[in-house]
T-cell receptor, first 113, second 114 residues
Framework: KAGVTQTPRYLIKTRGQQVTLSCSPI?????VSWYQQTPGQGLQFLFE???????NKGNFPGRFSGRQFSNSRSEMNVSTLELGDSALYLC????????????FGSGTRLTVV | GENVEQHPSTLSVQEGDSAVIKCTYS??????FPWYKQELGKRPQLIID?????GEKKDQRIAVTLNKTAKHFSLHITETQPEDSAVYFC?????????????FGKGTKLTVNP
């Protein structure tokens, strides 16, 4: 079956702009989580969605937001981009109750200039 | 909230040797502990996991041990091979209530020298 698909793979944006990243989970997976990966901070939790509801949120400013659609696809949005937002954004999906293991997508590499 | 410490940050071994990576966690309610391997330029991939009702789990050359009392868990790789070279991340989660949120350690860069 198809894995977790993230689009786009690469993005270059200017400070102050906003960006929307997309994640399509594995078919049947209803839980989607987002992580920010940087060399200095490692993998940091952004949010978790299940059945279109945000179930958990990490310690990121309000400029970071997300949502999940009825087909379990998820988007995250970052407004008023800052240089420090440059990172690899990873999405992961899972099927709660059957297996706790995440399957990660390949990520979106965001560069803010 | 949960905090996960991972050591060492880098580890270099000779092919055929064993490698051990250790993690400690702070939240005694954490009950799920996965390990991920991330090769350069690729996505993290789950290699093994353990739940709090189990003390040890093994899968071929890799094993994970959990000490709930001390709140630490370790990854053991035996007979290392060059293809084991990657960054390894431990993580902890409290899955009660259905949350899937993982708190990750900072990672260990393992280099296996031929």
């Amino acid at each position: 079956k198809a894995g977790v698909t993230q689009t786009p793979r690469y993005l270059i944006k200017t400070r102050g702009q906003q960006v929307t990243l997309s994640c399509s989970p594995i078919s049947g997976h209803r839980s989607v989580s987002w992580y920010q990966q940087t060399p200095g901070q490692g993998l940091q939790f952004l949010f978790e969605y299940f059945s279109e509801t945000q179930r958990n949120k990490g310690n990121f400013p309000g400029r970071f937001s997300g949502r999940q659609f009825s087909n379990s696809r998820s988007e995250m949005n970052v407004s008023t981009l800052e240089l420090g937002d440059s990172a690899l954004y990873l999405c992961a999906s899972s099927f709660p109750g059957q297996s706790y293991g995440y399957t990660f997508g390949s990520g979106t590499r965001l560069t803010v200039v | 909230g949960e905090n996960v410490e991972q050591h060492p940050s880098t580890l270099s071994v000779q092919e055929g040797d064993s490698a051990v990576i250790k993690c400690t966690y702070s939240d005694s309610a954490s009950n799920y502990f996965p390990w991920y391997k991330q090769e350069l330029g690729k996505r993290p991939q789950l290699i093994i996991d353990i739940r709090s009702n189990v003390g040890e789990k093994k899968d071929q050359r890799i094993a994970v041990t959990l000490n709930k009392t001390a709140k630490h868990f370790s990854l053991h790789i035996t007979e290392t091979q060059p293809e084991d070279s990657a960054v390894y991340f431990c993580a902890a989660s409290n899955t009660q209530g259905g949350s899937e949120k993982l708190v990750f350690g900072k990672g260990t860069k393992l280099t296996v020298n031929p």
